[in-house]
């Protein structure tokens, strides 16, 4: 079967400028590329309608489908709308329901609705509009010589509710793109590379009807097993089947299937088992707390933290000993492990974690050089502790910091139940 | 003068299956434009000669300046080096300061150099080498018909290494582009429309040859004045005037000239008043103390914090009175003011902030919806206290949170010196 590609247009000065960053682009590519439909670039252009046609002319004559995003606000500047008409021969004219929404959201506002906004439920008549919810401009499907062509607004949360909840089921019946299932086995505290390698003889042992994709980002690599077939629970079963292989030979990696972050993976292993945990933070400096708060109900099992930046903090409010600090420092293993274990009994919860290092890009000694950093993990059983070695930024450190912990987390907690 | 016109060209798949997300374009365009240099199109296409081809057609055609990222890897899907070749009809020859450079990195890497890296150091015998001091794939710079065409890798530290140091200046110089100054202006608190009223007069009587931006992110908005002009310091300084009758119109929104953070800029206040600040979180749950922190240095004015993410721990390690908790709950006005004030005696540090909220997506009631929170400053004078209002969307209530409290302390800070 021949591939379906599509190609995505962004109009707008400001990504051109550099003043925001195109992320709708990548959403896009990304969702596409779940339902099999490929893409072949990517442009963006600013709110000029000869470069706007001659974009739409170049991308038509290379793509089944054209995706454009930008470009439809009240304004004169906004061009895409009356470029569209004129590119496809027809005329504006009212649709109601557009109205309709479109004074429904002023109407939610207590605001007056304007001339100008009323004129955006003005639509090309050759167009299926495509219905925004959340904002005033509509999205508009256009079908011409086998293609397809949809403008949907550039505001990413308008044009990801509409790609969602319409755009993509419409592309997948228009195109009858064949069923394709992805599973996405979530890794964390191995390298890619070293990933790979355990992985080959597996992945080679794949039907070529199975794809596996790594996609690396900051400490974890999601691996992502695609399969093209005809009948979708057979694909499915025979997909879990190798997820069960791959399970074997990676067990300790592994810290979720399906599309979730590794602080809300450990989240819901503290939950189910009905743990309670607190943090000593050093040089992450809060990252961790707000990493583990990020996650909406986390304070079913999260209880709070002592941020000890100053060493007087340490002793203070966490009772590490001062001779602790004065023979070892304050990054060593003595200091992580008694903050870990003081926290924990502080706040009276069943896990106490703690970090301590230096984060950089200065502080640095012969000894203990910038990105020199201790972790530990403290229930009524163990204490745990690592020592990692990172680089010089001090974001990234902050980061995969973190990640180191809540990983140690996760294995602690894994490594009780298995005893 | 006629503008200098550039096209970006980015070339990889990552980008296309949106596994990443193109930064890379966002800087250039932002680089650029403080140089005077518009850019026309971005254009992301995947490893493909004759797309990479029709693309630098395309754009040779519409542009001056054609910036191509990518594709410059050891491996066979790496084509961009190849195809520049034959599109500017040389050949490749041994570029002997490039294997010195790569083998260096071998060296320091401890690892032996192989032939696939060998290779890079071959480049077409019509480019001038673009040196890359932080990878093994030099750039590579041609002149053509008047225009000049760039490739670098795609890896971002190493590209804007290499703009930064050698393309941005050369670009300066082959095109003299007329001197241009950038003044930065942050403000924090005020909407951009609410801004624009206000410096609706003063913006209209800027002479012609000074532009103003409003970037906004987040609740911050920047303005950038651009001024062209022959003479850099006669410019320079009827726009240091322009930015003091700025000044007066907005004085209490205005905190920092220059590209400088929130937190970077608050951390500096401290500094340079010697004073000391601890914090108090309950709703944005360590992003505070992460935000305040991830600052070098700032340990000098930073003494930790208290997460107090249960309500056991307001009252154990905050001192916060149970009736407080009580009659008020606590997202109250009461409860925030006894966090910040309690937690700046704790600590010992002239400044004591909290938040208290319901960051969502639940637990709000009628009388306290989601996105109500409490923010509290407290120094030895006073106590100030804020209501916020937001959304339903948890990670922007802490960043708004987080910032709105930023701002408290930079205005409690500037009246204290004003009284």
Redesign the interface.
């Known amino acids: 079967m021949k591939a379906v590609i599509a190609e995505i247009i962004t109009i707008g000065d400001e ?9 709708n ?9 779940k339902l099999g439909i ?9 709110d000029n309608a000869d ?1 706007i046609t001659e ?1 739409l002319d ?1 991308a038509g004559a290379r793509a089944d489908i054209i995706l454009m995003t930008g470009g439809l606000g009240p304004t004169k500047d906004d061009l895409t709308k009356d470029v569209l008409t004129s590119y496809f021969n027809t005329t504006l004219k009212l649709h109601e329901p557009s109205l309709a929404d479109i004074a429904e959201i002023f109407k939610n506002r207590c605001r007056e609705l304007t001339e100008l906004n009323r004129e955006q439920a003005y639509l090309p008549a050759a167009c299926t509009p495509v219905r925004n919810v959340l904002g005033t401009a509509p999205g508009m499907w256009f079908e011409h010589e086998g293609k397809v062509y949809v403008s949907m607004p550039g505001v990413p949360f308008e044009m990801k509710h509409m790609m969602t909840d319409i755009v993509l089921p419409q592309l997948k019946a228009y195109f009858k793109t064949p069923e394709i299932i992805h599973k996405v086995v979530q890794t964390v505290g191995i390298a890619e590379s070293i990933l790979a390698a355990k992985l080959e003889n597996w992945e080679t042992s794949l039907p070529p009807h199975l794809k596996l ?1 790594y ?1 690396p980002h900051l400490g974890t690599v999601r691996l992502r097993l695609t399969g093209h077939g005809s009948d979708a629970k057979v694909l499915d079963q025979e997909m879990q089947e190798e997820v069960n292989k791959l399970q074997q030979i990676i067990p300790g990696y592994i810290f979720a299937f399906g599309e979730i972050s590794l602080e809300a993976a450990v989240g819901q292993m503290l939950k189910e088992r009905g743990l309670t945990i607190a ?1 000593a ?1 050093s040089c ?7 990493k ?3 996650i ?4 079913a099992y ?9 060493n ?2 340490k002793t203070r ?1 966490l009772d590490v000993k001062p001779e602790t600090l004065q023979q070892h420092g304050a990054v060593s293993e003595p200091t992580v492990k008694e903050m870990a274990e003081n926290v924990r009994k ?2 009276g919860t069943d896990i106490g974690v703690a970090t301590s290092g230096i ?4 502080g640095g000694t012969p000894d203990k050089p910038v990105g020199t950093i201790w972790i530990a993990y403290a229930d009524k059983y163990k204490t745990e502790t690592k020592l990692l070695q990172f680089n010089k930024d ?2 990234l450190n ?1 980061e995969y910091t973190t990640l180191a912990l809540l990983n140690l987390v996760r294995q602690s907690l894994t490594a009780t139940v298995e005893e």
């Open positions: 990504i051109l400028y550099g003043q925001i960053v195109d992320t682009s990548a959403w896009m590519g990304a969702e596409l590329s490929r893409v072949n670039q990517i442009t963006s252009i600013s470069h974009a170049n994709a996609l943090t933070e992450t400096g809060g990252y961790l707390a707000h583990i708060t990020s909406s109900g986390s304070s999260y209880q709070g933290s002592v941020i000890a930046y100053h007087e903090v409010e502080k706040f984060a950089g890009p200065d001090r974001l902050i």
